[in-house]
């Protein structure tokens, strides 16, 4: 009998043992070809500079799913749902055997289903794939239970737990309904509200919290009160809690106050849930004061505008020592669809305007062929058939740098933009993150300065924040640095140099300008800030870009349609917003101001050139300058001119070189007379203004001068394809010369055609030309030949088709 016994327990264990591998060996086959997935969608949070939420999103299956970090699982609601859903969850290996022994022993005892033995762990299973209640389902769940304990540690399936238990509706998870419903962080919720939260999953239909009537909610919250008291009571019989704990939570009322969920600030909301959509927390930089001062005074300038047939704007404000986005404004009325208020103006590509012209200036001064008080010509120019004017169609002749950039020309901008190439602006701007311009480098010429590109207001104000940091350029964020897991791609970038940014800084404070607003006029409110302003073509969008040592403000006015307003300027209705945004948001920032580097030094320069002066500059100022880089020649504004000693009649003066200058002394002298490049005298003579012109040179004179003065034909260009609509069709012969030059002498085909002054504008028709010398290169081409009364010839050829 004994023999028999062992025998038979022998096979037993063997039984067992075998039972135990094949079960074993059987999970692990089934765990490679089923393995476990959780892909589990989470609503988004968006939280403001403080941690408050300032918006929430859906997840992808429509429901109110926070995700619950384990540092918000706070050890009293641990307790509480660890007591009341499954005390062995730390000790089993998700499923209970003596639970489903219990289970299985009531259920066949009363013939029916009467205790459940779900644990934790086979619950999320559950919430992770609902299936039907049937035996074969369950061996499925047990299976799924055996792969989360693998998988996961035993805190990581209780945050499954906390996240996807239900709570009637759309609402899952114990973040959800601590938000939705009591108004705090589920780490902050009282032990009678965590007990309410975890009784309502085990019948989320009939304890739900209600939405609906008044009379619904009081039902319910008698049923979830009476329930939660019921449970207190056992926590206090067994003593999972103290009694003065449970005595205040029995005592405390259950107030339940739907509250629907914060939708602020939606531009910046639905920009960065597009751009981190898999996120389920995302610390922002925005700040609430700021970012509703934003919305308040943007929406009441807005309004007014609407009168003028303007209903769009969009604000961005960047603190400029952290480079963090304080507030984040798309358009001023999100719900204003009539006026498509859902665009993001802040992310929309636009016309630039003129805005681009301090970085320019700023180039510039880096390059050391400016500075501040350097004259530049604003005069009429051709680029290849590219003339660009200034905004008032007028022309200054010279200015300075200072005044180009305060009064926004446009001829100089052009003219420096120039200079500095085309292909070094594109770079720069693609190296700091303009994507449009990237995108189109290889479109793009000379009109970039005034704003023939696409920008938005988030890379303008970016770039301009740069000018307050001295001149290095760092990507602007909207996340918090130290917690948000290093989201965003940081990187800093050195725009342009300490000395030049203050320069341009510098210039862009000063209140003696066009674009200054004329309601500020006399007001002691202006605030201290450099400003730029920028009107595209048409007026179609209106720019003002301002900062101080704290703040950088982008404002950007105009229609989403792209519709146009003759009000719609940079200076007439973004700047006022500019100033009232600042004087509301850093109104007590007065001695903060952006200081001179020590290594940006001071000289006095010529005032009618800006260049170191020579012998003869008598009127000088102070100009800042970079030592080593600035350019330090000598001012030549003038130039020494023997001329005949006739003081009786000097319209009878004539003009001496070195070859032709009288051998008595006493028949010459030596005087000064302006020397001025070929276009600005001929901006001179077309506009009748006053100028000394060098006499007639003396006409015994020998010598044939070569030099760099060649006149220049301005009406014609070189290569250049002409139509000839019929007989009759006359061409424009126009030129640039030096200012000593008295006349010109017009040549078609090497055949003369007419002497003129430097300024007179010459007409002639190619076909009296047709008979005699017409087209007479090989090629087709026509000779077009001008020479001044000094020798100095210029020739170009030109193409001349009929279209007749």
């Known amino acids: 009998m004994l023999k028999f016994f062992k025998k038979t327990l022998k096979l037993l264990l063997k039984i067992v043992i075998i039972g135990l591998i094949s079960s074993v060996a059987l999970f692990f086959v089934c765990n490679y070809f089923f393995?476990?997935?959780?892909?589990?969608?989470?609503?988004?949070?968006?939280?403001?500079?403080?941690?408050?939420?300032?918006?929430?999103?859906?997840?992808?299956?429509?429901?109110?799913?926070?995700?619950?970090?384990?540092?918000?699982?706070?050890?009293?609601?641990?307790?509480?749902?660890?007591?009341?859903?499954?005390?062995?969850?730390?000790y089993h290996f998700g499923v209970n055997p003596f639970s489903v022994g219990r289970a299985a022993a009531r259920n066949v005892w009363t013939g029916r289903r009467t205790s459940g033995a779900s644990t934790i762990t086979m619950q999320v299973v559950r919430l992770l794939e609902p299936k039907p209640r049937t035996y074969l389902n369950k061996i499925i769940e047990t299976f799924r239970a055996f792969q989360l304990e693998l998988n996961l540690s035993k805190d990581e399936i209780l945050q499954l737990y906390l996240n996807l238990i239900p709570y009637g509706?759309?609402?899952?998870?114990?973040?959800?309904?601590?938000?939705?419903?009591?108004?705090?962080?589920?780490?902050?919720?009282?032990?009678?509200?965590?007990?309410?939260?975890?009784?309502?999953?085990?019948?989320?239909?009939?304890?739900?919290?209600?939405?609906?009537?008044?009379?619904d909610y009081w039902i319910t919250t008698q049923k979830i009160e009476k329930e939660r008291n019921k449970w207190l009571k056992r926590f206090q019989k067994s003593k999972l809690f103290e009694d003065e704990m449970i005595s205040d939570a029995l005592d405390e009322p259950l107030n339940i106050n739907f509250r629907k969920m914060n939708r602020e600030a939606p531009h910046f909301?639905?920009?960065?849930?597009?751009?981190?959509?898999?996120?389920?927390?995302?610390?922002?930089?925005?700040?609430?004061?700021?970012?509703?001062?934003?919305?308040?005074?943007?929406?009441?300038?807005?309004?007014?505008?609407?009168?003028?047939?303007?209903?769009?704007?969009?604000?961005?404000?960047?603190?400029?020592?952290?480079?963090?986005?304080?507030?984040?404004?798309?358009?001023?009325?999100?719900?204003?669809?009539?006026?498509?208020?859902?665009?993001?103006?802040?992310?929309?590509?636009?016309s630039p305007g003129s805005t681009l012209k301090p970085l320019i200036y700023g180039m510039a001064f880096d390059e050391g062929f400016l500075t501040p008080k350097r004259k530049l010509l604003d005069v009429p120019i051709d680029y290849d058939g590219y003339t660009p004017e200034n905004f008032d169609k007028k022309f200054n002749g010279e200015v300075s740098v200072e005044l180009a950039l305060s009064y926004s020309l446009n001829i100089p901008a052009v003219n420096t933009l120039k200079e500095l190439s085309v292909f070094e602006m594109v770079s720069k701007l693609s190296d700091v993150g303009f994507?449009?311009?990237?995108?189109?480098?290889?479109?793009?010429?000379?009109?970039?300065?005034?704003?023939?590109?696409?920008?938005?207001?988030?890379?303008?104000?970016?770039?301009?924040?740069?000018?307050?940091?001295?001149?290095?350029?760092?990507?602007?964020?909207?996340?918090?640095?130290?917690?948000n897991k290093n989201l965003e791609e940081n990187f800093s970038f050195q725009l342009l140099s300490e000395e030049s940014a203050y320069m341009v800084s510098d210039i862009l404070t000063k209140v003696e300008r066009p674009d200054f607003p004329s309601?500020?006029?006399?007001?002691?409110?202006?605030?201290?800030?450099?400003?730029?302003?920028?009107?595209?073509?048409?007026?179609?969008?209106?720019?003002?870009?301002g900062y101080n040592a704290h703040y950088t403000i982008g404002v950007w006015i105009g229609n989403f349609t792209g519709q146009g307003s003759e009000y719609l300027t940079g200076a007439q209705v973004a700047t006022p917003l500019l100033f009232q945004l600042f004087g509301s948001i850093d109104y007590a920032a007065t001695d903060e101001v952006i200081k001179q580097p020590y290594t940006l030094k001071e000289r006095m320069v010529c005032s009618e050139t800006g260049k170191v002066p020579s012998d003869f500059c008598t009127s000088q100022l102070k100009d800042f300058y970079i030592p080593t880089i600035s350019q330090s020649d000598k001012c030549q504004h003038l130039?020494?001119?023997?001329?005949?000693?006739?003081?009786?009649?000097?319209?009878?003066?004539?003009?001496?070189?070195?070859?032709?200058?009288?051998?008595?002394?006493?028949?010459?002298?030596?005087?000064?007379f302006p020397n001025l490049k070929p276009e600005l005298t001929a901006h001179y003579l077309n506009n009748n203004?006053?100028?000394?012109?060098?006499?007639?040179?003396?006409?015994?004179?020998?010598?044939?001068?070569?030099?760099?003065?060649?006149?220049?034909?301005?009406?014609?260009?070189?290569?250049?394809?002409?139509?000839?609509?019929?007989?009759?069709t006359q061409l424009l012969l126009e030129c640039r010369t030096a200012n000593d030059i008295s006349s010109v002498f017009w040549y078609v085909n090497d055949k003369f055609l007419k002497e003129s002054k430097p300024n007179e504008r010459v007409f002639f028709s190619p076909f009296e030309f047709e008979k005699t010398n017409y087209q007479k290169d090989k090629k087709g081409k026509t000779k077009i030949s001008c020479t001044d009364n000094k020798g100095r010839n210029t020739d170009i050829w030109i193409r001349l088709k009929r279209n007749f």
């Open 435 to 483: 994507r449009q311009i990237e995108a189109d480098k290889h479109k793009l010429g000379l009109s970039l300065a005034l704003g023939g590109c696409g920008v938005s207001l988030e890379e303008l104000t970016g770039l301009f924040s740069a000018f307050a940091t001295k001149g290095e350029f760092e990507k602007i964020h909207y996340l918090q640095e130290d917690k």
């Open 519 to 545: 309601d500020y006029q006399n007001s002691k409110n202006v605030p201290k800030i450099s400003w730029k302003t920028g009107t595209s073509y048409g007026r179609r969008d209106a720019w003002s870009i």
């Open 169 to 215: 509706g759309n609402i899952e998870g114990v973040k959800s309904a601590s938000l939705l419903y009591f108004g705090q962080e589920p780490e902050k919720l009282s032990l009678a509200q965590i007990t309410a939260l975890t009784i309502v999953p085990n019948r989320p239909t009939t304890l739900g919290f209600s939405t609906n009537s008044d009379k």
């Open 35 to 90: 393995p476990l997935k959780l892909n589990i969608s989470y609503s988004q949070l968006l939280l403001d500079k403080k941690g408050e939420i300032i918006y929430g999103f859906l997840s992808e299956d429509d429901k109110w799913r926070f995700q619950t970090e384990l540092d918000e699982i706070s050890p009293t609601l641990k307790e509480t749902i660890l007591y009341k859903e499954d005390r062995w969850f730390y």
């Open 639 to 672: 130039k020494k001119i023997f001329v005949s000693n006739d003081s009786i009649n000097i319209e009878n003066q004539i003009s001496y070189c070195s070859f032709c200058l009288p051998k008595d002394n006493s028949k010459y002298k030596t005087a000064y």
């Open 269 to 350: 909301a639905f920009f960065l849930h597009s751009k981190y959509p898999n996120e389920s927390v995302l610390k922002t930089t925005l700040d609430r004061t700021i970012q509703q001062k934003v919305e308040k005074i943007t929406q009441n300038y807005t309004r007014r505008l609407g009168k003028l047939g303007i209903y769009n704007s969009a604000i961005l404000v960047v603190d400029n020592k952290t480079k963090e986005v304080c507030a984040y404004l798309g358009s001023q009325n999100f719900q204003d669809s009539l006026h498509n208020g859902q665009v993001d103006g802040v992310q929309a590509y636009r």
């Open 689 to 728: 203004l006053p100028l000394k012109s060098i006499p007639p040179h003396n006409l015994n004179c020998t010598h044939v001068f070569k030099d760099k003065n060649f006149p220049q034909i301005t009406s014609l260009f070189e290569g250049r394809e002409y139509i000839l609509d019929d007989d009759s």
